[in-house]
């Protein structure tokens, strides 16, 4: 059974940094294109950083230069490091994993539909 599962999230104020960690059990993600997506309230999921299965990484403009995505070494766990965050940040951060593709094109890798995993979400909150 597949599972990702994220921890890492939590309150901090703007400028300030977090972690978030995504571990997946229960199949070979190495060959999978993972993301991280967000979801503010009254607002769509959306996109901010994906990584296909040979390491390249994507980032929408929102986050790019602040945020990074990476995987460890066995492609077991993800990460998000978020640096000099902002209160538009602020929204509840999901992983997902796309078992059918290691790489997506540019129409794709930040469409949710893409992704056929998900994780139940960590809440990251940026005050001012």
């Known amino acids: 059974q597949v599972q990702l599962v994220e921890s890492g999230g939590g309150s901090v104020q703007s400028g300030g940094s977090l972690r978030l960690s995504c571990a997946a059990s229960g199949y070979n993600f190495s060959s999978f294109c993972m993301a991280w997506f967000r979801q503010a309230p009254g607002k769509e999921r959306e996109g901010v950083a994906s990584?296909?299965?040979?390491?390249?990484?994507y980032y929408a403009d929102s986050v790019e230069g602040r945020f990074t995505i990476s995987q460890d070494n066995a492609k077991t766990t993800l990460y998000l490091q978020m640096n000099n965050l902002k209160p538009e940040d602020t929204a509840m951060y999901y992983c997902?994993?796309?078992?059918?593709?290691?790489?997506?094109?540019?129409?794709?890798?930040?469409?949710?539909?893409?992704?056929?995993?998900w994780g139940q979400g960590t809440q990251v909150t940026v005050s001012s």
């Open positions: 990584i296909d299965s040979n390491g390249v990484t």
């Open positions: 997902a994993a796309a078992d059918w593709a290691g790489s997506l094109g540019l129409l794709f890798r930040f469409l949710s539909g893409s992704y056929n995993y």
